[in-house]
């Protein structure tokens, strides 16, 4: 296996600003998916009992959602032509997943749009040489590479996020561990790791393994269109996507409640860059506005406004509509700042996650993952 050199560590730079969100507007729609749940091909989880994979799809059908990633261990499951009862069959999107990972510390990866499973893993701890050529593997047999719950358990350190390269998404929300302070660690050493969420679910007859978090991702064309897989992996990758941790008071409701709790949560409106501000606008009411920067510092925080549309709407293209109550704030960005991001608590204590803008180097360019290098063996020799 090779050697690799450490990533470098340097904050986003330059004089542009990259917006993940700069295409998104009220017209186009939000999709709903999770991309982390487990069936009982692998028996123990759930003794071989309920838990397959049609049952994964008839609960998430039932929740509303456009896409349902089965990814079982080191296994593609097609679930093209299987139909849920809870839905049309026919409006889910398929996308090709697997969790890879079968070692002790819980270093897994996502493979979203996967090709192919790789099949090899270390068990015992990873250096992060190892981590990288794992990930290095993953890239050339899927669309996506993304850390799994990379905090928990130490599955990926401080260093790792700091010096890895070649991966795509950071799961900063999943049910058994959210990964926010390490992921402003990735961010703040210049990796453009954009954010995912998901119920890492291992039985859906569980209530609190289901839509405790989602990823929602943008999609230009209007409700009833059809939506390519490259489509959303494009999405993904550019960061037209943000993440929701449910409030915990339906961790235990039936999916009647969730579906209820889910459909209530207000989507964004609009994330837009004017003048050096930076205008977030929700189509509902929030309690909170964080707006957070390098190495995780809370840069401002603002109330939400109770009931009326407020000026930071009202100077944004996209104003909600007569008679929706929208909830908006902004930030004046800094010299400073080499990334900014958004945590917004909503009434009922769930929050939404955006990913960040970034400084960049050239309009609409998004900062690129440094270049993985190998390292030369015998260097002491040939310098
Ligand atoms: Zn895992």
């Known amino acids: 296996m090779p050697l690799y050199k450490p990533a470098p560590e340097d904050p986003f730079s330059g004089p542009y600003w990259y917006n993940p969100y700069e295409q998104v507007h009220p017209g186009g729609r939000w999709l709903r998916a999770n991309f982390h749940a487990h069936s009982n091909t692998w028996g123990f989880f ?13 609960k998430y059908d039932s929740l509303g959602y456009d896409i349902v990633g089965v990814s079982d261990y080191q296994k593609i499951t097609e679930t093209q032509g299987l139909s849920g009862s809870g839905t049309t069959s026919g409006s889910r999107l398929f996308i090709p997943v697997y969790e890879h990972g079968f070692n002790l510390l819980k270093t897994h990866q996502g493979s979203i749009g996967a090709r192919k499973v790789f099949w090899n893993d270390f068990i015992l701890p990873h250096t992060r040489s190892q981590k990288q050529h794992i990930l290095n593997r993953l890239g050339e047999r899927s669309a996506l590479v993304a850390l799994n719950h990379p905090a928990w358990m130490g599955g990926y350190g401080h260093r790792d996020v700091r010096r890895l390269s070649g991966y795509h998404l950071f799961e900063v929300l999943n049910d058994f561990w959210i990964s926010e302070g ?19 679910a291992h039985n859906v007859f569980k209530p609190t393994d289901l839509a405790r978090d989602l990823t929602m991702i943008f999609t230009s064309g209007p409700q009833g269109t ?11 990758e550019t960061g037209a996507v943000y993440g929701i941790e449910v409030t915990k008071s339906v961790a235990r409701g039936s999916v009647m409640q969730k579906r209820t709790c889910l459909d209530a949560i207000p989507v964004l409106q609009s ?16 309690r909170q506005f964080n707006f957070i920067g390098q190495e995780g510092v809370l840069l401002k925080s603002v109330q939400g406004t109770a009931d009326s549309v407020t000026d930071a709407a009202k100077a944004t293209d996209s104003p909600a509509g007569a008679g929706v109550v929208a909830d908006s704030a902004f930030y004046i960005l800094q010299a400073q700042d080499s990334y900014v991001r958004v945590k917004i608590a909503l009434p009922d204590s769930s929050h939404i996650y955006l990913n960040p803008v970034m400084r960049t180097t050239g309009k ?15 260097t002491i020799f040939d310098s």
């Open 46 to 58: 759930t003794n071989g009992r309920n838990n397959t994979v049609e049952d994964i799809l008839d």
């Open 226 to 236: 059809s939506c390519p897989p490259e489509t959303v992996y494009r999405a993904l």
């Open 364 to 378: 609409n360019i998004k900062p690129p993952m440094p270049q993985v290098q190998k390292r030369r063996l015998f």
């Open 271 to 286: 994330c837009r860059i004017k003048a050096d501000s930076l205008f977030v606008v929700l189509n509902g009411r929030a």
């Open 182 to 200: 390490l992921w402003d660690e990735a961010l703040s050493s210049g990796k453009s790791a954009m954010l995912i969420a998901g119920d890492d």
